[in-house]
């Protein structure tokens, strides 16, 4: 059984090593990708906000459809801090407005990818090949999953000799240093590095594994179509009446981001954050027709069933905010770990391998002496 367990963990590792690399260093530079990118790009992301100013949402939308006209804004991610701008999402392009959302000034458009986060965000979720490359990162995430199961129980120190487990013979030879990095970072970053592919596979994988899996083991899911707006001869309402009308039902609440109607029977959705949810974006929402203004319907996560508390944390366990900055470096650290061990796994084999394949030389041309 150890025999095969060698071998699964040998060779599943070297045929996902690449990915798991990859991952892993996308994954820890992409933790505080928000404040990254604000640095790189103060003129976009950052604004000098009046005291007491309103937002200007609906002088907003009207200023970035005049700069794409042939676009159709589908959401708007509203600022989490005074000094943030608003952003107005386009389909089909994805291009993103970043604007000012007390003045409804635009600052400029970008694609995401224009960006190195937003490179870096996009490998790490889709490599860069849309949702197929989102599928083959849920499926190495559940590799991963197996590869550390199967180091931890080869890991696992007989007798009770627990600081051997942990040690690294570090005047010992490049092979043996590097296996014993090997085992030790994998013991110590086991738990995360768990915690970490299950969320992954199971955000890349959602569709076709963790919804159907909440539904046969809660009764319920956690997808539910958004309200329709039935259409009439009334002007459209006003998106900023509709904030103030949100932030009024739930006082505490963070107004996070905004779904626009992109069809005329389509509803407008103000996503909140309120307290007690483990979500940074929340997955509260209040939606209104988007031609009275009237509430059609009002999602509160936390009374939400137990799918959706479920789904509502695997966002913040897989990013690292659950806990604040002590996770999130956290989150750095394994991504780094992740990296090393796929590295160092590959780098033991080769130089197993070469010493076998010399091995073999020699008793070879020794073989070939005695014969002659």
Known sequence: ???????????????????????????????????????????????????????????????????????????????????????????????????????????????????????????????????TGKQIQGWVGLSAILLT?????????????????FSIKWRAGAFRVWFDAHRVSGAVAAVLILLTALTGSALALYDLITEPLLIATTGSGTRQPAPKAPSTSVEQASIDRMLREAQSMFPDGKITRLTLPVKDSSAVGVRMRLNGEMHQFGRSFVWFSRYDGSVLRVDNALEANRAV??????????????GGTVTQWLQVLVGLSLALLSFSGAWLWMKKARAKAIANTRRARTGETVAG
Do not use: C
């Open 149 to 165: 199961l199967v180091g931890i129980f080869l890991w696992w120190p007989k007798g009770g000799k627990w600081k051997q487990a």
């Open 1 to 131: 059984m150890r025999k095969i367990l060698v071998f699964l963990h040998r060779y599943l590792g070297l045929a996902v090593g690449l990915f798991l690399i990859g991952s892993g260093l996308s994954g820890s530079a992409i933790v505080f990708s928000k404040a990254i990118d604000s640095y790189l790009n103060p003129e976009l992301l950052t604004i000098s906000r009046p005291l007491n100013a309103a937002l200007q949402v609906d002088a907003l939308l009207r200023n970035a459809k005049a700069v794409l006209p042939a676009e159709t804004p589908a959401f708007v991610y509203m600022p989490l801090a005074p000094a943030e701008s608003a952003q107005v999402v386009f389909q089909p392009s994805g291009l993103r407005a970043h604007a000012d959302p007390y003045s409804g000034q635009i600052l400029g458009v970008r694609h995401p990818n224009d960006s190195v986060t937003g490179l870096l965000i996009d490998f790490h979720v889709h490599l860069l090949a849309g949702k």
């Open 309 to 322: 508390k479920i789904q509502s944390w695997l966002f913040p366990l897989h990013t690292g905010v659950y």
